[in-house]
C-alpha cells in the first residue's frame, strides 16, 4: 500500500523537531549514486533518464538543508573513472544534465548557493568546464550556502596534485627538499587541495546501497561520520536525509 505524501511529512517535522538542539554537521557530502538503477527500476528503457532525475533532485537535497540549517554541502557528480569507461553517449548526457540543470539554474536570481569545484575541468568537454567556470565567476559573491560539486573528480588524484602543488611552490620559495621533508605536515598538503578554503564534511552519505567511498574525498572523510543508505539517489527523500543527520545525532552524542 502506498503511503499518502501527507504522513512522510508529518514524519519528517517530527524528525526535525527531534533534532533541534542536537549535534547537527556543518558540511554535508552526498555521494548521488543510483541513478542508472533507479531508471531500470522505474521501467525506463534508456537508463540515462535517472541521470536528469538525480541532477534534478540535486535543488531537493539543498531547499533540506537550507531548511535544516545546513550551510555547506559537497556532492559527487561524476569521478574521473565515469568520465573514461562509460559509453559516449552516457557522459554527454550527464553533462548536458550539469550545464543545463547545475549550472544553469544555479545563475537564477535567488539561489542563495554559492559553487566550488573539486575535480579536473580539463577532464570535462569545453562547454561542461565553460557552464561551471562561469557559474562559479557569477556566484562568487554570494553570502549565501556553498555547493561543491566534486565533477572530473577522483581522491587518490587530489592528493597527489595537492603534494605536486606544495612541491611546486616551495621550489619556487628555494626551499631543499630535505628542509621542506624535515618539517612537512599534514596541514601543508591539506592546504593544497582543491577546497582548501572550505571545511572538511561532517557527515558523507552514499546512496544505492553501496559500502564504499569509491575515492570520494578521501583525505577529507578522516574525521567524517559516514552513513550508507540503500535507496537510489533519485528516490532519496527528505525523510533519508533527517535518518541521516538523526544517526549522526547520535553518535556525536555516543562520543
Sequence with gaps: MRVPQWVYRVYAERLRRRLRGGALPRHVAVAMDGNRRWARAQGFDDPGIGHRFGAEHLQELLEWCSWIGIDHVTVYVASVDNLTKRGGGEVAHLMDMVEEIVAERLLRPG????????????????????????????????????????????????????????????????????ELAERLTAEDIGAHRY?????????????????????????????????????????????????????????RRAS
Design 111 to 178: 539561489n542563495r548557493w554559492r559553487l566550488h569545484i573539486a575535480g579536473r575541468l580539463d577532464c570535462l568537454p569545453d562547454s561542461t568546464a565553460h557552464a561551471l567556470k562561469t557559474a562559479v565567476e557569477a556566484t562568487a559573491d554570494r553570502e549565501g550556502g556553498h555547493l561543491t560539486v566534486a565533477i572530473g573528480y577522483d581522491g587518490q588524484t587530489e592528493i597527489v596534485d595537492a603534494v605536486r602543488s606544495l612541491l611546486e611552490h616551495e621550489a619556487a620559495q628555494g626551499t631543499e627538499l630535505g
Design 195 to 251: 577546497t582548501a578554503d572550505l571545511p572538511d564534511p561532517d557527515l558523507i552519505i552514499r546512496t544505492s546501497g553501496e559500502r564504499r567511498l569509491s575515492s570520494f574525498l578521501l583525505w577529507q572523510s578522516a574525521r567524517a561520520e559516514l552513513y550508507f543508505c540503500d535507496v537510489y539517489w533519485p528516490g532519496f527523500r527528505r525523510v533519508d536525509f533527517l535518518r541521516a543527520l538523526r544517526d549522526f545525532a547520535a553518535r
